[in-house]
């Protein structure tokens, strides 16, 4: 319940930067405006969200006669956790990685790069799903799908608040209703940067939980500590072509480069802890 409770304030501040952007905009009009496009971007991204991902990376559907060894693979991992086979996609990309989406375990899908299947053995991509698999179960990727919908949104109207800050502000309303033009200047800059440390807060604690059940769901842990050290070191030479920061964080590992102390701002916790948890898990160490 605590983590349920910390996600939900965490999508609520999501929202209310949303709404603090269409006021500087626009005044109380522009928080109305804002509350809706919200609540119109929650409806979207529970109905739709899957399809608008995998459409943003052109991931093409597989099946058991076109990618039987990673069907496989999913179906006795689905099977033995007791949920439905998810859908199969492909993105061909030689940067390797992976995510889950979806609002729930019966619409699920699952997506892997063509490159993740040249540079790992069979034994690492399970690891791999069975990570991307816990996200399911443990209904993980409805919150990244919204959180990334209303980060695009709020990245959105921080560009709009920009321009028109530049230009003077938006006209049509008093000063004190709508924050001025500093305001709008402060909010463009920062709003951004805001929504990107939610994502964070919501990102990196449900990989871990991913890890962990995903390794107990596989029975062996380092299936995916291997896994996490190859595509670490691939995303760092060749980061992920037409990757945003608004989905960055449903995949496995961080698809951006984030060296130096951008690291500390990534959506993702840092490998080397991931992999630390893992190896302990392996040998009964406590995390």
Same mark, same amino acid.
């Given at each position: 319940m605590g983590s349920f409770l910390k996600t939900? #304030?965490?999508l609520g501040a999501l929202t209310g930067l949303l709404m603090l952007i269409g006021g500087l905009i626009g005044g109380?009009?522009?928080v109305v405006v804002a509350f809706i496009i919200a609540a119109i971007m929650n409806f979207v991204s529970y109905? #739709?969200?899957?399809k608008m991902v995998l459409a943003a990376y052109s991931a093409k559907p597989l099946d058991a006669s076109s990618a039987p060894e990673l069907y496989s693979i999913v179906n006795e991992l689905a099977t033995s956790a007791g949920i439905p086979m998810p859908r199969l996609y492909m993105i061909e990309t030689d940067t390797p990685n992976a995510f889950a989406t979806g609002r729930n375990p019966r619409h699920a899908a699952v997506a892997v790069t063509s490159g993740i299947m040249r540079i790992c053995s069979r034994d690492e991509i399970k690891g791999v799903l069975g990570h991307e698999l816990s996200h399911v179960i443990n209904r993980d990727i409805l919150t990244s799908s919204i959180a990334a919908t209303l980060a695009g949104a709020i990245m959105m109207l921080a560009y709009v608040a920009r321009f028109g800050a530049l230009f003077g502000g938006f006209g049509g309303r008093e000063e004190d209703e709508g924050g001025g033009i500093i305001g709008l200047i402060a909010i463009s800059l920062l709003a951004p940067f805001a929504a990107m440390l939610i994502q964070l807060a919501i990102s990196r604690t449900r990989e871990y939980q991913a890890d962990a059940s995903g390794a107990r769901m596989t029975h062996n842990p380092l299936l995916l500590a291997n896994a996490l050290r190859k595509l670490e070191s691939a995303n760092e030479r060749m980061p992920l072509p037409d990757a945003?920061?608004?989905t960055a964080?449903?995949?496995?590992v961080n698809p951006l480069t984030a060296g130096g102390i951008m690291r500390l701002f990534s959506t993702h916790p840092p490998i080397e802890e991931r992999?630390?948890?893992l190896e302990n898990m392996a040998?009964?160490?406590a995390a």
């Open positions: 939900t #304030f965490l109380r009009g522009g109905w #739709f969200s899957d945003g920061p608004a964080h449903l995949f496995i992999i630390r948890r040998t009964g160490r």
